[in-house]
């Protein structure tokens, strides 16, 4: 068994499938795996270089010899918070290139299930992070929004805010993956590492926003009716997770617990 590893990005995750089908080991004798997962005895470990000529043709393949909707669905599941994302889509894609584009309704078949269930929870995700994302204005009038999920949907999202706000300067920040969507009014955005110290600290809240967050929180607790406070549905509706990025949970119990985890 040869295993070849790549990074988590959407470019490495092509290069590896490239290398991978370019190998003419057989499929079976190949895998795809994140690099840094523990080590199998008697198997041939090799690095994926990534490049962006491999990530280009893999790309124009899906989408000459298969669709635009397959590649949609493709390019989702790589953004999947699976760490086995990679061997996944590639074994989607032997199936696809076999039996056509149809191959995307037929669930029965475990490695398309696969693909669909990642798209369905990425899917949901996203959903949610529209309507919880709060950005806040800094000191020079850019608008910082800052989010955390698990699937590394900064791009969907980015693409979600440019639409809706697209004579703004803002900074969507993914403070898990440690990258932001920059974004100009009047213009496009891009995505940018955002790891090292400068960013940590021009991230950090230099804002006299505190006025307005306090009157939000006090208008927040001031339509809530105590005798139909129900925490439980309010999970349901508005998880735990989401709420350290949220400027009405501020401060309160439940949201100072979840960040200390």
């Given at each position: 068994?040869t295993i070849f590893?790549?990074?988590?990005?959407?470019?490495?995750?092509?290069?590896?499938?490239?290398?991978?089908?370019?190998s003419r080991l057989?499929?079976?004798?190949?895998?795809?795996?994140?690099?840094?997962?523990?080590?199998?005895?008697?198997?041939?470990?090799?690095?994926?270089?990534?490049?962006?000529?491999?990530?280009?043709?893999?790309?124009?393949?899906?989408?000459?010899?298969?669709?635009?909707?397959?590649?949609?669905?493709?390019?989702?599941?790589?953004?999947?918070?699976?760490?086995?994302?990679?061997?996944?889509?590639?074994?989607?894609?032997?199936?696809?290139?076999?039996?056509?584009?149809?191959?995307?309704?037929?669930?029965?078949?475990?490695?398309?299930?696969?693909?669909?269930?990642?798209?369905?929870?990425?899917?949901?995700?996203?959903?949610?992070?529209?309507?919880?994302?709060?950005?806040?204005?800094?000191?020079?009038?850019?608008?910082?929004?800052?989010?955390?999920?698990?699937?590394?949907?900064?791009?969907?999202?980015?693409?979600?805010?440019?639409?809706?706000?697209?004579?703004?300067?803002?900074?969507?920040?993914?403070?898990?993956?440690?990258?932001?969507?920059?974004?100009?009014?009047?213009?496009?955005?891009?995505?940018?590492?955002?790891?090292?110290?400068?960013?940590?600290?021009?991230?950090?809240?230099?804002?006299?926003?505190?006025?307005?967050?306090?009157?939000?929180?006090?208008?927040?607790?001031?339509?809530?009716?105590?005798?139909?406070?129900?925490?439980?549905?309010?999970?349901?509706?508005?998880?735990?997770?989401?709420?350290?990025?949220?400027?009405?949970?501020?401060?309160?119990?439940?949201?100072?617990?979840?960040?200390?985890?």
């Amino acid at each position: 068994m040869t295993i070849f590893l790549c990074g988590e990005e959407v470019e490495e995750i092509w290069c590896g499938i490239y290398d991978a089908w370019m190998s003419r080991l057989g499929h079976e004798q190949v895998r795809l795996e994140p690099a840094g997962c523990n080590l199998d005895l008697f198997c041939e470990y090799r690095q994926v270089i990534t490049t962006p000529e491999k990530a280009a043709k893999v790309t124009d393949s899906i989408r000459t010899r298969l669709s635009e909707s397959c590649y949609e669905q493709i390019y989702k599941a790589a953004l999947s918070q699976d760490p086995f994302r990679g061997d996944k889509i590639y074994r989607f894609l032997i199936l696809a290139f076999a039996l056509g584009n149809g191959v995307q309704n037929r669930l029965q078949l475990p490695a398309v299930y696969e693909i669909f269930q990642m798209n369905r929870n990425l899917t949901r995700e996203y959903d949610h992070m529209r309507g919880f994302t709060r950005f806040f204005q800094m000191q020079e009038g850019i608008l910082l929004g800052k989010i955390g999920p698990k699937n590394d949907i900064i791009t969907l999202l980015a693409a979600h805010f440019a639409d809706r706000m697209p004579q703004e300067n803002w900074i969507l920040y993914d403070c898990g993956r440690k990258k932001a969507a920059v974004h100009q009014a009047g213009r496009g955005w891009v995505l940018v590492r955002a790891d090292s110290a400068l960013w940590e600290e021009r991230l950090s809240r230099e804002t006299d926003e505190a006025v307005f967050e306090t009157l939000w929180k006090t208008f927040h607790s001031s339509i809530a009716i105590a005798q139909r406070r129900n925490p439980r549905c309010q999970m349901n509706m508005l998880p735990l997770r989401f709420r350290p990025y949220m400027v009405e949970f501020e401060g309160t119990p439940e949201n100072r617990a979840k960040i200390s985890e």
